[in-house]
């Protein structure tokens, strides 16, 4: 249960950046009717890509955090990746 609190922890730095900037760019490349799937399509590239600036080019550092919470960096990856698939997909399928 720890370890999903420390993933959530770790991902509530991404998901607003995320999120706005997946909004943005639908509602300029998108028609009206496909908002949602492009909100989910720019959100699955999107989270990979905070996260990289986030955690390995502006805050390097704090990975040790997450290491002490037993979460290493490949982990935390996997999980960014699993979790922008899954909540992309949801968009995508509404």
């Known amino acids: 249960?720890?370890?999903l609190k420390a993933v959530w922890f770790f991902y509530q730095k991404?998901?607003?950046p995320s999120f706005a900037v997946s909004i943005l760019l639908s509602l300029f490349t998108m028609s009206y009717i496909q908002i949602l799937p492009g909100i989910g399509i720019a959100f699955i590239?999107?989270?990979p890509a905070f996260h990289y600036y986030i955690y390995e080019l502006r805050n390097?550092?704090?990975y040790y955090f997450?290491?002490?919470?037993?979460?290493?960096?490949i982990t935390l990856w996997i999980s960014t990746i699993i979790l922008?698939?899954?909540?992309g997909v949801i968009l995508i399928v509404i």
Do not use: R
């Open 1 to 3: 249960m720890q370890l």
């Open 14 to 16: 991404m998901i607003i």
């Open 45 to 47: 590239f999107l989270t």
């Open 60 to 62: 390097p550092d704090e």
């Open 66 to 73: 997450y290491y002490n919470m037993g979460l290493g960096k």
């Open 84 to 87: 922008s698939i899954i909540v």
